[in-house]
């Protein structure tokens, strides 16, 4: 959260309610505004060394919670599966958000209901999964609430082919939303640059990046940025150079200019993509 943020913080513990019905059903986690759980795209952990899986997030109305990069204000989920048991790796997909604001801030995130896409390695394929999940994230609407909630789903042993678990529709709905490689649409960075403004406290560091499509062409699109070492504000588009680029301008947070490599998110409507490119020198 940005030092500039007009928004409260206020703690919350989110604490499990009733037991699951079915052992691909994780307890929800109630707090405030908000409900978590974990949830399985099958019935048993089979024999692959894979298991698809869902975190899934319910809110209540006018509520958000926030993506992995949230822009100018707010806090990305915080993940501990320390506690888990014959789990070798978990990897987190994370469908396109939607963009909003709080406070006077531009952010990215997801409202009413979401589902986070879960791939777990199994440490022993074959065996059962313990999983359980020390989450913590924010829900915010005028105010936002810092919520730490515990989850757990036991998987059994056994046959998982051919037996999808109730969940697995909705689990594969939102993975069908995580972006896909960029130049699966047609799209392509024309070019990425980066400019100084301003000296001494109100010197900032802008990246300029521009888009070309080669497909359908873009109707409303949105850019999020990501660097290994900067936060990026919410990308504003500006006038291109010519009528075949969509031209974004983002404000770097935090000292100095990006290093490495950024990863670039562009939403288009039910298109999303990522393209992987140099931080501009």
């Known amino acids: 959260m940005t030092s500039a943020a007009a928004i409260a913080i206020c703690a919350a513990a989110a604490f499990a309610v009733g037991s699951a019905a079915r052992a691909e059903t994780g307890a929800w986690a109630e707090a405030a505004h908000a409900r978590v759980r974990l949830v399985a795209a099958v019935t ?24 992995r990069a949230p822009g100018e204000g707010g806090l990305p989920p915080r993940f501990d599966w320390s506690g888990s048991g ?68 036991d998987l059994p042993a056994g046959p998982a082919a051919g037996a999808p678990s109730p969940h697995a529709a ?18 392509r960075v024309a070019g990425i ?3 100084t403004m301003g000296e001494g406290s109100a010197r900032r560091e802008l990246v300029i990046v521009d888009i070309a499509s080669e497909g359908a062409p873009l109707v409303a ?46 939403v288009d409507g039910e298109r999303a993509g990522t393209f992987t490119v140099a931080a501009p020198r």
């Open 221 to 266: 699109p949105e850019l999020l940025i990501e660097g290994h070492d900067v936060r990026f504000g919410i990308a504003v588009p500006k006038p291109g150079p010519d009528a075949a680029l969509r031209r974004f301008v983002a404000a770097v947070q935090g000292a100095g200019p990006p290093s490495g490599d950024l990863v670039l998110t562009l």
């Open 170 to 187: 909705a689990i594969a709905r939102f993975e069908a939303r995580v972006p896909r490689p960029a130049a699966e649409h047609g799209w």
């Open 44 to 67: 048993a952990t089979g024999s692959a060394d894979t298991v698809a899986l869902g975190l899934e997030i319910k809110l209540d109305p006018g509520w958000k919670t926030y993506w």
């Open 86 to 153: 014959n789990l070798a790796a978990i990897a987190v997909s994370w469908p396109a958000p939607q963009r909003f604001e709080i406070g006077g801030m531009a952010s990215v995130g997801y409202a009413d209901h979401a589902i986070l896409p879960l791939q777990a390695k199994l440490a022993r394929p074959g065996e059962a999964l313990a999983l359980k999940l020390a989450l913590r994230y924010a829900v915010c609407r005028e105010i936002c609430m810092l919520v730490e909630a515990n989850v757990a789903l």
């Open 193 to 195: 640059s980066r400019k």
